[in-house]
């Protein structure tokens, strides 16, 4: 079992920076995939960013080149740095993560564990 805490959430102007953090209750093996998810009112959860050791990193189109996915393996803690913020990024932020895999997709029904969701609000 994992539990994943998630912290760092807020409001913010549009065009300022946040980071979340998602800290693991224990260690994650090096094929785990960790992701950031995201649910706005009304609309889908989406894949944001996921990170795995051997697979590497990958961004949703809408964030490449403003968020920053990363982990720290000492401390089983996993962030999102976003800049550039704006309004269309208010939502909640979920981190994901499995135990192992060569494939890290998108998909809700990929990931068992879940953390409890942490608010992000843009403002104009």
């Known amino acids: 079992q994992v539990q994943l805490v998630e912290s760092g959430g807020g409001s913010v102007q549009a065009g300022g920076s946040l980071r979340l953090s998602c800290a693991a209750s224990r260690y994650m093996p090096s094929n785990s995939c960790m992701a950031w998810f995201r649910q706005a009112p009304g609309k889908e959860r989406e894949g944001v960013a996921s990170?795995?050791?051997?697979?590497?990193?990958s961004y949703a189109d809408s964030v490449k080149g403003r968020f920053t996915i990363s982990k720290d393996n000492a401390k089983n803690t996993l962030y999102l740095q976003m800049s550039s913020l704006n309004p269309e990024d208010t939502a909640t932020y979920y981190c994901?993560?499995?135990?192992?895999?060569?494939?890290?997709?998108?998909?809700?029904?990929?990931?068992?564990?879940w953390g409890q969701g942490i608010q992000v609000t843009v403002s104009s």
């Open positions: 990170f795995n050791r051997v697979v590497g990193i």
């Open positions: 994901a993560a499995d135990l192992g895999s060569n494939w890290c997709p998108y998909s809700r029904d990929h990931y068992p564990y």
